[in-house]
């Protein structure tokens, strides 16, 4: 069983790797709402790739342990750190201007 300790930080770390996860989302505008709209937008945009390679990284996973399943809340952070890095590539990709029409 594990220690109270142990839950508590692992409960903190599962937290922060979430609001990294929208921070590395978040679209920045003049005003809040289109600041809303324009994240939400960003995460819908990205979900699916992230859900597919989260999906085949946990497959890959599990079959190298032999079956045994990976719980939930490892597989929620390890889609989390996958979408912080789709978020971080995507970000300087509209930062940069290549995504603009000119």
Do not use: C, H
């Not at 989302?25 to 709209?37: E, H, K, M, W």
């Not at 990205?46 to 939930?72: C, H, L, N, R």
Request: net charge neutral.
């Amino acid at each position: 069983m594990e220690t109270t300790e142990v839950k508590k930080s692992s409960s903190v770390s599962f937290y922060v790797t979430a609001a990294v996860y929208v921070l590395f989302n978040l679209r920045l505008a003049p005003d809040f709402l289109t600041s809303v709209i324009a994240t939400g937008k960003q995460i819908l945009l990205t979900a699916p790739y992230v859900i597919g390679i989260t999906f085949v990284a946990v497959s890959v996973i599990q079959y190298m342990a032999d079956g045994e399943k990976v719980p939930w809340p490892q597989r929620f952070r390890l889609f989390f750190t996958i979408g912080i890095f789709a978020g971080l590539v995507y970000g300087i990709y509209d930062y940069t201007g290549a995504g603009v029409p000119q």
